[in-house]
């Protein structure tokens, strides 16, 4: 390496040395001289710069190698990542698709018991409406019949009273002596019939107020029935009817 050296010292040498072409940045070198002094240098270069190349060269090989395995590396990842993706999206959309199908299907049955419940509470309400009315009619028909029957039996009461101080006071009247007694016994027996007919009137307004009473107690316990078959209907159960009709029956 000291050859290699002192020969590249003396190529700076002789080019420092060497005449300048006129008008340009050249010179006159000895071609003999520079010749020898590369092949000395040539000559005193070890051979491992030799193997230090092949090594470089084949370090470029190996790189150019390993971009390449590289990059094919990343194409195979990128490809599978995709694949995967594609997967991925394809099971979420299928996934997504069988929840949507099973949602609908849940709503569905929902709907559909739902609808179960407020036919069956539609049709408990108007069974308990159709027997409040029916039980209506009954009581107000029986009303109606036994006020009938005391108001006839007032009038017949009346009727008869008013004949007998009729007929008492005809009689009274051909007795002069008893004729005034007649005639306050006459008002006295209309009187009286007037106050039994005012009774029988009176007893037959009470019972009917009782009946209506009863009734409109009967109207208000199927009433609460309905308003809490309803409210159980709202927070999806049944509502309990039969006991509800329990109560009721019980009551009257």
Excluded at 41 to 60: G, I, K, N, T
Excluded at 73 to 95: F, I, K, S, W
């Amino acid at each position: 390496m000291y050859r290699v050296f002192e020969a590249l010292d003396e190529l700076v040498a002789i080019t420092e040395e060497a005449r300048s072409v006129p008008m340009t940045a050249s010179c006159v070198v000895p071609r003999g001289d520079v010749l020898e002094l590369l092949d000395d240098v040539r000559d005193a270069l070890p051979a491992e710069l030799d193997d230090a190349q092949d090594v470089l060269d084949h370090r470029d090989k190996l790189v150019g190698d390993a971009r390449v395995l590289a990059d094919k590396t990343v194409g195979d990842a990128d490809e599978e990542a995709r694949t995967l993706l594609e997967d991925a999206r394809a099971d979420a959309d299928r996934m997504l698709s069988d929840a949507k199908a099973q949602a609908d299907r849940m709503v569905g049955e929902a709907r559909a018991h739902a609808d179960e419940l407020v036919a069956d509470a539609q049709a408990e309400t108007d069974a308990l409406i159709a027997d409040g009315k029916r039980q209506y009619d009954a009581v107000t028909g029986r009303a109606r019949s036994e006020a009938d029957r005391m108001i006839e039996a007032g009038k017949a009461t009346y009727d008869r009273s008013v004949a007998d101080g009729q007929a008492e006071q005809a009689r009274l009247v051909s007795q002069t002596e008893v004729v005034q007694s007649a005639h306050a016994e006459s008002a006295r027996v209309i009187d009286s019939a007037h106050a039994e007919s005012d009774r029988l009137r009176t007893e037959c307004d009470e019972y009917v107020d009782s009946k209506l009473a009863e009734f409109e107690e009967v109207l208000d316990t199927t009433l609460r029935s309905v308003g809490r078959g309803r409210q159980q209907l709202r927070t999806s159960g049944r509502p309990d009817y039969a006991e509800a009709d329990h109560r009721a029956s019980w009551r009257r």
